[in-house]
């Protein structure tokens, strides 16, 4: 069974900064594609960041030139590094697993951490 741990989550305050990490097992870690998603209170889940098998990188317009995602294949562990943090990054934050295109895509999810972004 795929599993993904989170960690790093916390309390902070505005302008601070945070890194998450997500440890991988039961994967083939390096062929899949490697997200953080988070889910605020009465809203949906929505993208963050994204790092591709291959490396490349994508991010969501209010966290570009702020977050940093990269990956350790050799640990099977993905990072997000969230700099200059708002209090509109509180949110959960959930690791995400991916493989494949369409209706043959795969996806695996961590439990989730908690940023909390406050004075």
């Known amino acids: 069974q795929v599993q993904l741990v989170e960690s790093g989550g916390g309390l902070v305050q505005p302008g601070g900064s945070l890194r998450l990490s997500c440890a991988a097992s039961?994967?083939?870690?390096?062929?899949?594609?490697m997200g953080w998603y988070r889910q605020a209170p009465g809203k949906q889940r929505e993208l963050v960041a994204v790092i591709t098998s291959g490396g490349s990188t994508n991010y969501a317009d209010p966290v570009k030139g702020r977050f940093t995602i990269s990956r350790d294949n050799a640990k099977k562990t993905v990072y997000l590094q969230m700099n200059s943090l708002k209090p509109e990054d509180t949110a959960v934050y959930f690791c995400?697993?991916?493989?494949?295109?369409?209706?043959?895509?795969?996806?695996?999810w961590g439990q989730g951490t908690q940023v909390t972004v406050s004075s």
């Open positions: 039961r994967i083939i870690f390096n062929i899949h594609a």
């Open positions: 995400n697993a991916g493989y494949g295109l369409g209706p043959s895509r795969v996806d695996y």
